[in-house]
């Protein structure tokens, strides 16, 4: 009976007295009490000296399961999707080859090099203190420098890694619902950063010399976009250069539609080949936002990347940092800092762009020799990885599967667009395998899946 009285009652609510509970009742104090020790052995009622006895909240006990469903409601449709992300940044099972991701081996980072420049950093008197909200103006000027041009170091924010400033990017200089223009196929992570920030990806065309400028002058002029992304060198993942004479059109083109190119230079380290100057050092209008990140060559933990970019954008941008994030912490901007203003990195450049020629060779032979049925895109001039066009026939999430149960994983092409695939494409990486020769087993085990029926 007093348990049905307590289904009245809400957690924490007291209990009529004991004596009230006799008379309401006509029962012993002896029966009250024992009814009382019962209800709060099995956890319904908490007993306070002097006080009184009080609904206690609701116990989970094994098996029980809680439905969140209103979650769901409360949430609404703002989904984020970090599926094309999240499976590049996964390590592979134990005996299973990489031949995907974005990061270079550890074998290929300068691990002992960067721990040096850490130890030099943190005996800086100021390394703990509190940073410039833009980031240390050491680091700015190097960022600056980078890019040529007239690019100061009053232009540069420093962030915390590629991704990072991708989304302070799309954030600040686009309003959610509208268009945002990218080469299609492109870098997940970009179309997971723009639809995160509640814009609408539209697609355009590239060819083996990246984007084609007529149909982005069409698509500025359909769409009313306001915002090109792009990587204009070693695009990820076709490998495709933008040409200088492309570069200044697709410039012409923003310019025309009053639009911003956010440019991210992620793979000018990659390469030891003449490549054109980066857009932001043809600019002379603050049309480009570029993004230039110190992770992928250097660590997956060394989270710094340099944002350029000049005027009102440039003010809105440091305003989105401070509120989102106030500023990247010292020591790992000074950090940053030591190791490239020190002889290490020109080293270690030279090293990586002779190791990443040798995997570029070593892929694409292998890939020629033992997948004769697919097709690369192109053999580039540097970068980490290849596009590949797979057998018409084939069904690329069929063949990745099988590759994977084979032991090498690689990179399904459809989570490089916006939306249908044109075929079935797989990335494969050359630079996340521990040497050439696992490399090599790597595309042999990629072949028997191919080959599978």
Known sequence: MLREEMKQLRPGDR???????????????VTVSRALGRLAA??????KPGSGAYVAPPVMRAGDTVDMSWQTVALGDRMVDDIGVSGLLTPPPDGVIPLTGGYLNPALRPAKALSAAASRA??????????PLTGVSGLRRWFSQEVGGDVTPSDA?????????????FRALAAPGTPVLVEIPTYPGALAAARAAGLRATAVPMD????IPELLAEAFAVTGARVFFCQP?????????LTLERRRQVLDIARAAGAFVIEDDYARYFTAAPTPPPMIALDAHGTVVHINSLTKVLSPSMRVAGVLARGPAARRL?????????FVARPLQETALEFVSSPAWRRHLSALSTELTIRRDTLAAALTTQMPAAEIHLVPHGGLHMWVRLPPDRDEETVVEAARQAGALVSSGRIYYSAE???????VTHSATVHVAELVEGVRRLATALDAP
């Open 42 to 47: 099995e956890g319904r009622v908490i007993t």
């Open 15 to 29: 209990l009529p007295s004991s004596r009230e509970l006799v008379r309401a009742h006509n029962v012993s104090p």
């Open 318 to 326: 440091r305003a989105a940092q401070v509120v989102e994030s106030f």
């Open 208 to 211: 083996r010399d990246g984007v």
């Open 122 to 131: 943190l005996r800086r008197p100021d390394v703990w203190e509190l940073p």
């Open 421 to 427: 695939p044109p075929g079935p494409r797989i990335r």
């Open 233 to 241: 060198t070693l695009h990820n993942p076709t490998g495709a250069t």
């Open 157 to 169: 924010l420093i962030v915390s890694g590629g991704q990072s400033a991708l989304t302070h990017a």
